[in-house]
């Protein structure tokens, strides 16, 4: 059975590269995989802080017309869109009053049409289950790459979403180990990277980003590797610009290039902070 996959709005723009790697390593491994037709904004940009019940309408919009098509999971490779989806599917299997209180009649259309049969992941969840799979496709190990994996503060908060340790989240550690990376060890990987202020308080988002590039370096790393669009655009945007900056890969990105997939230039080529000049000098591209 194929796994439908809700892009959600950064992936189509801002995060292609990380859609087009999640794509070429799901068909690398032979892990069914297609974009849900139809799907619509999950309301993770303004909407959940000005009308609660639509943002639980406009996910649950998206998780019906998955069930209807015959899927059995939808992964959301965005941490918000997963954040908020799951949120949506919890409320309606745990039947939250707070959540769905608005409007009583809509909330009783939204729970009979949607039949709680979904399994929602994120695309980390996914190649955790196929880890031999992807030590069997390692063709470029990148052992003389050094790095630190950057988890953000939405994929472990609130408990009730998190599919990994909250304190201490370690999928990704572990499969990019899987690369033969040399993971190291940092406490800041569930830390704030202030994306949502980016725009509204440049400043602290500058602050943020540099302290988490600060302490990567500190702790030995040459890259971040992030599991989410706006952490990822927000850490090469606001890092500050008057040190060396480090690069920030998509996990997924990693995984193509010990892969050696052919379209990892091209994802390379859409960073702000260009990695070429690391990977060449590490000799992995």
Known sequence: MKIALYPGCSLNSTAKEYKMSLIDVFRELAIPLKELDEWSCCSASAGHSTDPFLTYALCLRNLVIA????YSEITLPCAACYNLLKSAHNAIVNEVPEALEANQELQKIMKS????????????EVLARVENK????????LSSLKVVPYYGCLLTRPREVAFDNVEQPVLMDNLLKLTKAEVKKWSYKTDCCSGSLSVANTPQAEKSTSLLAEKARQAGADAIVTACPLCQMTLESRQDKDIQ?????????LIALSFSLDNCKTYFEKHLINPFSLLNKLQLI
């Open 67 to 70: 069930e209807n098509e015959g």
């Open 113 to 124: 049409f949607y039949k709680k049969t979904l399994n929602i992941s994120h695309p980390l």
């Open 134 to 141: 992807i030590i069997d496709k390692v063709k470029n190990p």
């Open 245 to 253: 900056q480090i690069p920030i890969f998509y996990f997924t990105e």
